[in-house]
């Protein structure tokens, strides 16, 4: 990061710190591109207590990014954009961010330094298109990119990131030491050979009873038939290990066989 962003917040470890990913691209909506960005954000934001609220695919289209943004920017403590920060016409998410703001488009002067080195070292010209990676909303500061040099950008709590997964990834890195942590989510999995169907009551009636215990189901099937996968998710440890033996409990009484799975 840039000596122009904000300093790492403190330590707040009793706060539920929330989160929003804006994936930003047409060729996202069309399938022409597939997203690779999401499940390594949503993973790497729970190793330190964000939770990832919401995600949402959205057009190339200024009046959907401005809205979309200013409705999540309030909603959520951070948002994260990916896509859209390039040097094309239609690369156009620096300036949604700085019409959803309220503040002008401007030639950040490091970011200049960076990328006029950048292209020198390439014996490559550093053209009116390329110029328009340096592009800042007024007030914002550098996401620092050591894959291609152009920088993302973050304005109070947007942190506007490329979309190539390898340097979205990078950005990611930089960005983190930055990031007010959460206390973190425990969970706990137990698998039984049982179609989830026969125990969607009872586990209704479970979570239920723990109001503040996550609770989903989550089929698989195999050579012996179908199985389920129930995950509980929570920050309290006891209540997690309580849910866990209820759960053992139940699918014993019910005569179900409990297996052991890798990738739940």
Not at 19 to 36: F, H, P, W, Y
Not at 79 to 95: N, S
Not at 168 to 188: C, D, H, R, W, Y
């Amino acid at each position: 990061m840039s000596s122009n962003n904000p300093p790492a917040p403190e330590d707040a470890s009793d706060i539920n710190v929330t989160a929003c990913m804006l994936i930003i691209g047409n060729e996202v909506l069309s399938g022409r591109t597939q997203d690779k960005n999401l499940a390594f954000l949503a993973a790497a934001l729970g190793e330190i207590g964000v939770d990832m609220r919401e995600a949402r695919i959205i057009p190339d289209d200024p009046q959907t990014i401005i809205d979309t943004l200013n409705t999540c920017r309030a909603r959520f403590d951070y948002v994260f954009t990916t896509g859209g920060i390039g040097p094309t016409h239609d690369d156009i998410t620096a300036d949604c961010v700085a019409a959803a703001f309220g503040v002008p488009l401007e030639y950040h002067p490091e970011a200049m330094a960076r990328l006029t080195a950048h292209y020198e070292a390439m014996d490559t010209e550093f053209n009116e298109a390329r110029q328009r990676m340096a592009r800042i909303p007024q007030g914002g500061g550098l996401i620092d990119n050591p894959v291609s040099t152009a920088p993302g950008f973050v304005i109070e709590n947007v942190y506007v990131m490329a979309g190539v997964p390898k340097i979205m990834q990078a950005m990611v890195e930089n960005i983190f030491p930055t990031l007010k942590g959460g206390e973190q989510l425990a969970s706990i999995t137990v698998s039984a050979q049982v179609p989830e169907g026969q125990i969607a009551g009872a586990m209704g009636e479970l979570q239920s009873e723990y109001g503040d215990v996550n609770i989903g189901l989550y089929p698989f099937y195999g050579p012996a038939g179908a199985g389920v996968s129930v995950v509980a998710r929570g920050r309290d440890q006891a209540r997690l290990d309580t849910v866990q033996a209820k759960l053992i409990a139940y699918f014993d009484e019910i005569g179900a066989t409990r297996i052991v799975r890798d990738n739940t």
